[in-house]
């Protein structure tokens, strides 16, 4: 069987996103296909997400922040949404989660700590049931 592919979207690409995604490689490793983006991307990576995600062992700064293309719906078997509302589309059969996360853009890096260890409760979970379904 093909491996899942895992799309996480967020406004920016720049903090929430590239978090999970980062988490979710760290975690499964080439096991899934990991993709993200923005529905309105900046030009760069948050640099205290990239802090927060480098105080944990993980370089994301690999990474930049991309527009959502329909097509990476599409392709994914999960995606994940972190506050882009009604601008992500849908296709059924998919299965969609919403994560409310807050999001790091200006906060200090206490804050982004939080979101970084909520996000990797979150990924533990979704790894686990990945493998149970894709096993």
């Known amino acids: 069987m093909s491996k899942p592919v895992v799309l996480f979207v967020c406004v920016h690409n720049a903090g929430r996103s590239q978090m999970a995604a980062g988490w979710l490689r760290h975690l499964a490793g080439d096991s899934v296909d990991v993709r ?29 922040p991309r527009l959502l293309d329909t097509d990476d719906v599409r392709a994914s078997d999960v995606v994940i949404t972190m506050g882009c509302g009604d601008t992500c589309p849908t296709f059924p059969g998919k299965r969609y989660e919403d994560w409310d996360l807050t999001d790091p853009a200006g906060q200090p890096i206490e804050v982004v700590r939080q979101v970084r260890d909520e996000i990797r409760t979150r990924i533990e979970k979704l790894v686990a049931e990945l493998q149970l379904s894709h096993s």
Do not use: C, F, H
């Open 36 to 64: 993200s983006a923005g529905s309105a991307p900046k030009d760069q990576l948050n640099p205290v997400a990239v802090e927060a995600m480098r105080e944990v062992g993980i370089d994301i700064t690999g990474t930049t």
